[in-house]
Each structure stands twice: as C-alpha cells, then as structure tokens.
C-alpha cells in the first residue's frame, strides 16, 4: 500500500487531503510543521510527501531542500501543494527539489494522478 505523509499545519487541509487520500486506499501519515515533517520522513520513510508552503517554523521551501540534500529521505518525491500560486514560487520550490507543484485546493483527480506520476505508476486515476 503506498504511504504518504502530509506535512501541513492546517487541520481543515489536512482532513481533506487525508480524506482524498483514503478514498484512494493510500495510507496516511501528518506531521504540522516542517521540523516533525522532517522528522517523520526520516522515521517512516514514506512513498511520497505533501507538503504546504506557509507554517510556522521552517517553511515548506525550507524543509523540501533539508529533505532532498538528506541522502536518507533524499529518493522520496515532494510536491508542494500551497496556495502561493506566483510562477516564481513554483520555479523556487522546484529547484529545493519538489518533484511537483500544485495550488490548492486541490482537485482529488489531478492530486492522484501526480502522486501516481512521482511514484512511477502509469495507472490513470480509478472514476
């Protein structure tokens, strides 16, 4: 079963992505703010992460970079899913090394297909 760990200070969010998630058969892991999300990926080493921008602490941006140089979490795919919607965000959280960039809110549709396409599954989304 693939494992995701979302990493997202916001319980609304994180209720809907976990909600999306599940309806998928994928199994969810929530960690609130950059540090434990680090933290968590490096404990459960999850398939994939999800993570938001704006959180306390170290951001998004901050902690997709400590998890892409970190030769342990270094293989597990990031996308970022945020609100900041600017095209200069997309090309900053790429290049700390997301794998994908989505503004939310997120369509469930599109949100599996990415997570499929980071994981290598060329299996289209189930209707």
Known sequence: MTHILIIDDSPTEVHVFKS???NNDIEVSVAKNGEEGIEKAIEIKPDCILMDVVMPGKNGFQATRDLSRNPVTSS???IIITTKDQETDKIW???QG???YIVKPADERDL???INRVLGFDRS???
Do not use: C, F, S
Request: glycine share 6%.
């Open 76 to 78: 597990i795919p990031v």
């Open 98 to 100: 997301a794998k994908d």
């Open 125 to 127: 989304y189930d209707d």
């Open 112 to 114: 599996i297909e990415r």
């Open 20 to 22: 999306m998630l599940m």
């Open 93 to 95: 959280g790429m290049r």
